[in-house]
């Protein structure tokens, strides 16, 4: 499964550098050019790492970040930008950033840092789910055990669960959900969503996940 990336540069030619780079690192990346716009795709989808310049139009950087530090969201974030000065630098730090690069940075830099960063994420987080008495998921190599046997399911089913293990007891909308599913170029499927939720009651339960009449649907922790 693909690290989903946030850029938020304006500066074109640098903004279609680093998308470019990351995407041959086999990294999925939405890239925005304004504040209002990454915070409306934070809002409508889900993301590994944040990657945020601060001069930036409609809404800089850090009060992005301070924004969303302060409804919750904790996914990591790197600042990238020509600011210097030391009161810059803690200013990033006091918004919630997870690091701090400034400009001119070599490509091979930035990406040691994300990966650092999210390995240590993934490190910092138990590893091993327990979500049925029966029923393990393990969040690094997305395997999932029922009675200690491997259960094979399809890689759109895996992302959902994890996507449900993400937002446990919250409403999930059709339209993020089909947003975290499906990639950006593919159609999605009313029928192939209740296939996938179908399958995925007769894994963990059916009262695990709640059906919301035509909102969406609601994953149970306990």
Not at 51 to 75: A, E, I, M, Y
Not at 156 to 176: C, G
Request: proline share 2%; charged share 30%.
């Amino acid at each position: 499964m693909k690290t989903k990336l946030l850029l938020l540069e304006d500066d074109l030619t640098l903004s279609e550098t680093i998308v470019e780079y990351f995407e041959e690192q086999n990294f999925e990346v939405i890239n925005v050019y304004n504040g209002v716009d990454a915070l409306n795709a934070i809002y409508e989808q889900n993301f590994d790492i944040l990657l945020l310049d601060v001069n930036v139009p409609l809404l800089n950087g850090f009060d992005v970040l301070k924004k969303l530090r302060s409804q919750g969201n904790l996914t990591p974030a790197i600042f990238i930008t020509s600011l210097n000065s030391m009161d810059s630098l803690e200013e990033g730090f006091n918004s919630g950033c997870d690091d701090y690069i400034r400009k001119p940075f070599a490509l091979k830099e930035l990406q040691l840092r994300v990966q650092t960063i999210i390995k240590r994420e993934f490190s910092s987080k138990s590893k091993l789910l327990q979500i049925a008495n029966n029923v393990t998921f393990d969040l690094i190599s997305n395997e999932i055990k029922k009675d200690e046997e491997i259960v094979k399911l399809n890689p759109k089913e895996i992302k959902l669960l994890k996507f449900f293990l993400q937002h446990p007891n919250e409403l999930l909308v059709h339209d993020r959900i089909y947003d975290y599913v499906w990639e950006y170029d593919e159609e999605y499927s009313d029928n192939s969503l209740r296939t996938y939720i179908k399958n995925l009651r007769k894994l963990i339960g059916s009262e695990k996940i709640v059906s919301l009449k035509k909102l969406g649907y609601r994953f149970n922790e306990k």
